[in-house]
């Protein structure tokens, strides 16, 4: 999980230390990137409105080929949520949602707020807020207010949780609060002689978590980086122009993980919910190298143990050999309790594709129907679409009810 307030810049040249692609564990199995002060001006927000942002086709364009997809994205001005994962898992994704809420002038602008994207993951249902909360070191009860205000937005749709009845709940960004009453310079003398544990006590987030009863569930790795705001641009040295800002631990990454708490409030009664879902933080640090802000970006490393409850409502197989010299045969087979719609689709994939509108082709699964028994159905593509340049390729199913795929074949040469 990424959080980054870019400072309207353009992505940096590489990534790869941010995104940890050269790390010697297993490779990630989704990325989330929450980002703040996507180049906001307005005539950019219309225009990126239109076709993906820079920054959104920046990071599919590192991903695709080590076999992410875009699964989903919300943007509201400044702020924009991404969420990639690994193709084996898409069958086991269900019900993505998306929703923004304005807090900036009284809820009328859309500057500062939240974006959020929530799924359903092996059955279990997870939810991620980008937050950018108002700046300045006096507007602590504002940040508190308005994050309240976001976490009580509802999706629409039927059956879909509220934000703290999901299983987990990560809530991230650059969330603004400071360093209360200490000065300036023993700030950063602390921060140079990493004293850091001096200066969690008095950071406004650590103080209303002891406080307020609804931040209390939330729980956050130590900061054990420096604080990441205010930098000199392409500096690793706190602000030096005229405002001299203090540094602050803006950019935090914080989750909660409803279980723990219902099973904390019954004061110990661990039987009446069986754990299912557990939530490990193995890494939480901040990326000293990037200098395109005065904000250094911060990842937070989650491992996710699940206890599925989900197997893919479709499975699909290529017939045959593949080639553009004659049509092929697709056949596939849906569970029992899986509702198919006329608008269904399998669709042919490049197997390093961005998103689930990247095919090359496909067919719809009633219209283009050529068989079909109690166990499978077999459907046809023609000849004409298939790519005479051959490859490797995947069949994804596309469910439109669910609005998701829900069941993605092995990658087969054409």
Known sequence: LVTWNVGTAFPPPDVTSLLQLNSLGPAMDMYVIGLQEVNSRITNFLSDLAFDDPWSIFFMTVLSPLGYIKLSSVRMQGLLLLVFVKHVHLPFIRDVHTHYTRTG????WGNKGGVTIRLSLYGHTVCFINCHLPAHMENTEQRLDDFEKIL????EGENIPSTLDHDVLFWFGDLN???ADYGIHFVRESINNKRYSLLWEKDQLNMAKKKEAFLQEFIEGPLQFKPTYKFDLYSDVYDTSEKKRKPAWTDRILWRVKNLCQRASKEGEFSEEEQTISVTLNNYISHMSYGISDHKPVTGTFELEVLSQLYPLVTLNPEGEWSAEHDVLISYSAVPEFRSSAWDWIGLFKVAFRHSNDYVTYAWVEDDEISSNKDSKQVYMSAAEIPDAGGEFLLCY???????????SQPFQV
């Open 105 to 108: 002038l009284y809820g009328y």
């Open 152 to 155: 009580e937005m509802q999706f």
């Open 177 to 179: 609060f400071r360093i």
């Open 398 to 408: 596309y469910s439109n009810n669910l609005q998701s795929i829900v069941g993605i």
